[in-house]
């Protein structure tokens, strides 16, 4: 079933069925009744990342309380994605767009990686999961991808499965198209692997080069943001052998 843009969309993290009644928190509250200006009897969309969508209606037991009952499953939870995104922090502002599109592109794990030409830094996770589920409410996702505590990508290499290939941004690649390289991934668990605004070091390129279970690839004759690069990077794995095809 499509989702539904016409209704109001929020994250409970709370179990889902029907009658299920959860309170609102004080965000929430002010959010339903104060900007959105909500009556009793008003209808939401309501998801929690693991029990599909359901309809739920507005209930005021007091003037500073909202009850969310659950009245019918709008959608079923899709089975989650296995993108996993691996990306160097970015600057405030960038990286927050970074972070939405990723969740909006299908990515179901993030995992902040420090290179050693990165130019931002993680201060706040919770800031950066708060970001995940405001790009969910927006987008009709219902599933929420986990946030990693960062990693330094030598760390990260060291201890990489061999079942999972990563596919990265290589600026350094003489190539444009990233299709035919795209053709011969066989695996089905993939992770895509964008750098910082620096770009990758030599010494980076030289080791990521030298690992079977990678793949670089080119993203064409343009020069790209980081953060446009990784929302050009998803898009074409997606059709090339992710679940756009």
Known sequence: MRANFRMQRLFINAPLSTGAAVEANSEQFNYLANVLRMEEGAEILLFNGRDGEWKASLSFPTRKRILLTATEETRLQPAPSDLHYLFAPLKVGRMD?????????????????MTQHVQGKITNLDKIRANVIEAAEQCGILGIPDVAEPVRLADLLDRW??????????????????????????????ALLVGPEGGFSEEERTRLHSLDFVT??????????????????MAVIQAAIGDWN
């Open 161 to 190: 499965p061999a079942d999972r290939r990563i596919i990265y941004c290589d600026e350094g690649d003489a190539g444009q198209n990233p299709l035919p390289l795209l053709s011969k991934v066989t695996e089905r668990k993939i």
């Open 216 to 233: 670089a690839i080119p993203l064409g004759p343009r020069i790209l943001r980081a953060d446009t690069a990784a929302v050009a990077a």
């Open 97 to 113: 767009y970074l972070v939405q599109k990723a969740v909006e592109m299908g990515a179901g794990f993030l995992q902040p990686v």
